[in-house]
């Protein structure tokens, strides 16, 4: 029997998953969260296999509770479902501890292959992300910036490109205002970029935020 989390702000997304995961006999749906930081309390004290996560939810979002549920229960498989395409996030996820990346324009059962393939502590990649994978491996050199940034600075560009101070962004990490000008510096240098707007302007081209 595979233990399941569902992770994600609508209460009828995880009631649409819950009654779809109960339809297989090998699914038990052990706990829900609506958001990054309940994900991370369902994970500390309920025994799960793998957890399915939005990543846009108020508050704390997936992307930022990723890395602390990998701290806590590194044995756990995290499949994030995303209404974000795969080339705009996959890519970095994964690299962050993510188990696999799924369109929520997906086929249903393929949630379903995903999770069966996760619990037996495998990635699972579609044909999108190896296709995403490989270009990478082609041109490392000329890979996009965003995707040059470590998990932490990739976290404060995402959130500074939203318009949220220094202030905001120390206390939903848990870091000091120091600190967080410290990553700012470091990924608008990466990126080459100047300014708070520019972040801005370039995560809305590049479909990272709404």
Not at 65 to 81: N, T
Not at 137 to 144: E, M, N, P
Not at 192 to 210: F, G, R
Request: hydrophobic share 40%.
């Amino acid at each position: 029997m595979i233990k399941i989390g569902i992770v994600d702000d609508h209460a009828i997304v995880r009631s649409g998953l819950r009654q779809f995961f109960s339809e297989h006999v090998d699914l038990r749906v052990a706990g829900e969260a609506a958001s990054g930081r309940e994900a991370i309390e369902l994970v500390r004290t309920t025994e799960l296999d793998v957890l399915v996560m939005d990543l846009s939810m108020p508050g704390q979002s997936g992307i930022d509770a990723l890395a602390m549920i990998r701290a806590k229960a590194p044995d756990v498989g995290i499949l994030i479902l995303s209404g974000y395409p795969e080339e705009h996030y996959a890519m970095n996820l994964i690299r962050q501890g993510a188990s696999g990346y799924l369109n929520k324009e997906c086929e249903p059962i393929e949630i379903v292959n995903a999770i069966r393939t996760i619990s037996l502590g495998r990635r699972y990649i579609t044909p999108a992300v190896a296709e995403l994978l490989a270009r990478q491996l082609d041109r490392k050199d000329d890979a996009a910036p965003h995707e040059q940034l470590s998990e932490r600075e990739f976290q404060v560009f995402l959130k500074l490109a939203k318009g949220e101070t220094a202030g905001d962004i120390a206390k939903t990490l848990s870091l000091s205002v120091k600190t967080v000008s410290t990553y700012r510096t470091r990924l608008m240098e990466k990126m080459n970029l100047s300014s708070n707007s520019d972040l801005t302007y370039y995560a809305l081209k590049n479909k990272l935020i709404d």
